[in-house]
């Protein structure tokens, strides 16, 4: 008998949508992190980020993930302002 791919819970639509908030959330910062011009700083962004991530993975409270969505894409928003001052 084959082995199933689907994860053993399925997903509702709202866990779903917000699962695609977050991963695109990720993208979106590494992409940010790469324009860093510095490599020891970029080092660290990136550790930084994949650390915050994986730390906080298992979280299911529904308000939880949105405050920490919200806190992300705050903080994405403070590194592409830094980055286009420092590109001027």
């Known amino acids: 008998m084959a082995s199933s791919r689907l994860p ?3 997903l509702t639509l709202k866990q779903f949508m917000r699962r ?5 959330l990720y993208r ?3 992409r940010a992190i790469r324009q860093v011009p510095s490599d020891s700083d970029r080092k660290y962004l990136q550790d930084w980020a ?3 991530f994986k ?3 298992n979280a ?3 308000d939880t ?3 920490m969505i919200t806190q992300g894409s705050m903080q994405l928003k403070e590194l592409e302002r830094t980055l286009a001052l420092a590109k001027s």
Do not use: D, F, G, H
Request: hydrophobic letters at 35%; aromatic letters at 0%.
């Open 55 to 57: 730390r906080n993975k």
């Open 28 to 30: 979106k910062i590494l």
């Open 50 to 52: 994949r650390e915050e």
């Open 8 to 10: 053993p819970t399925v």
């Open 20 to 24: 695609q908030q977050v991963l695109l």
């Open 60 to 62: 299911t409270e529904e």
């Open 65 to 67: 993930i949105r405050m």
